[in-house]
């Protein structure tokens, strides 16, 4: 826009012819100058920030890209975190099948041994009922000896 301008005026400037003119354009052309080394630098300030913001993004960018790949790893992890648990409640799960089935069977099997023990003992005392009783038979009967048994 101010390049525009300078343009038009210095054309202007060109068509002037006299002494005095040329005074005046040539106070107007370091005007121009100083107003077209003005806009320079606004421009170069305006990319020097734009460079700086530019260089804060990319910055930014960057972390997110390292903060996302982290994300990543740690979303991976805990996928392969929550497979081996889901695996390891499952064989739990079996073995605690399996231990119950073995309860049972050894719950049975003690019953099974009570009710034989009980009639082991049962069987015990009946025959020791009847051992005494030969024994007290034996003892009440009169044999004869063996020198009783010679005449």
């Known amino acids: 826009m101010l390049v525009e301008q300078l343009g038009s005026d210095l054309k ?26 003005h806009e320079r630098k606004k421009m170069e300030e305006q990319i020097s920030e734009e460079t700086r913001h530019l260089q804060h993004f990319q910055a930014d960018h960057q972390r997110l890209i390292g903060d996302s790949k982290e994300s990543e790893i740690v979303i991976q992890s805990t996928e392969q975190v929550i497979v081996t648990a889901r695996a390891t409640i499952a064989k739990v799960e079996a073995l605690i099948k399996i231990n119950e ?3 049972v069977a050894a719950r049975k099997k003690l019953e099974e041994l009570e009710t034989t023990k009980i009639q082991t003992e049962e069987n015990l005392s009946a025959h020791f009922s009847r051992l005494e009783s030969l024994q ?5 009967k009169k044999f004869l000896s063996e020198e009783e048994l010679r005449v």
Do not use: H, P, Y
């Open 12 to 37: 202007e400037l060109k068509s002037l012819k006299n002494a005095d003119s040329i005074d005046e354009a040539r106070t107007t052309l370091d005007w121009l100058l100083a107003a077209q080394e």
């Open 101 to 103: 089935q073995k309860l």
């Open 136 to 140: 007290a038979q034996l003892t009440a």
